[in-house]
C-alpha cells in the first residue's frame, strides 16, 4: 500500500445515481514521441474501451503495465488542456492536427471534448512544423 503524507486524506467519489461518469472541471494532459496521451497508446485495447471509465492493460512496446482513464470519461471534462513541449514530436502534432484522422494510431486524436474545451499548450519547438495559417 502507498505511503501517506502526514496528515492528507484519501477521498474517492461516489458513482453518480445516473450511472453516467463524473465531469472532471479539468484534464491535464501531454503527448508522447508516438502521439499517445495519458497512457492510451497507439494500437492498444484501451483506445476501444467504451464501458469502463478506467483500464490497465498491458503495453507489450513497453513492457509495462499501465493505467489509464478511457476516452469516454476523458471527453466528459469541462476542460482538457494538452501540453506537448519539444522538437522530437513536432512531426507527430502536425500529423495529429492537420493530418488524416488515425486515431488508433495517434491516440491523441481520441481527445475531443463532449460539451468541454480543448485547449493545446504548445512551445515553439513543438508546434514548429505546424501551418502557420493552423489555429490551434
Do not use: C
Amino acid at each position: 500500500m502507498p505511503r501517506r503524507r502526514a496528515g492528507a486524506t484519501r477521498r474517492s467519489s461516489p458513482a453518480p445515481v445516473d450511472g453516467l461518469p463524473p465531469i472532471f472541471d479539468l484534464v491535464l494532459l501531454g503527448m508522447g514521441p508516438d502521439g499517445h496521451t495519458a497512457s492510451l497508446f497507439p494500437y492498444s485495447q484501451a483506445l476501444t474501451e467504451r464501458r469502463r471509465w478506467v483500464v490497465g492493460h498491458h503495453v507489450a512496446r513497453l513492457g509495462k503495465a499501465r493505467i489509464t482513464m478511457t476516452p469516454p470519461i476523458l471527453n466528459r471534462a469541462a476542460e482538457v488542456r494538452l501540453l506537448v513541449t519539444g522538437a522530437d514530436k513536432a512531426g507527430v502534432l502536425r500529423e495529429a492536427l492537420v493530418g488524416a484522422r488515425e486515431p488508433e494510431r495517434l491516440p491523441v486524436q481520441l481527445v475531443a471534448p463532449e460539451a468541454g474545451r480543448l485547449v493545446w499548450m504548445l512551445d515553439r519547438a513543438a508546434a514548429a512544423e505546424l501551418p502557420a495559417d493552423r489555429p490551434v
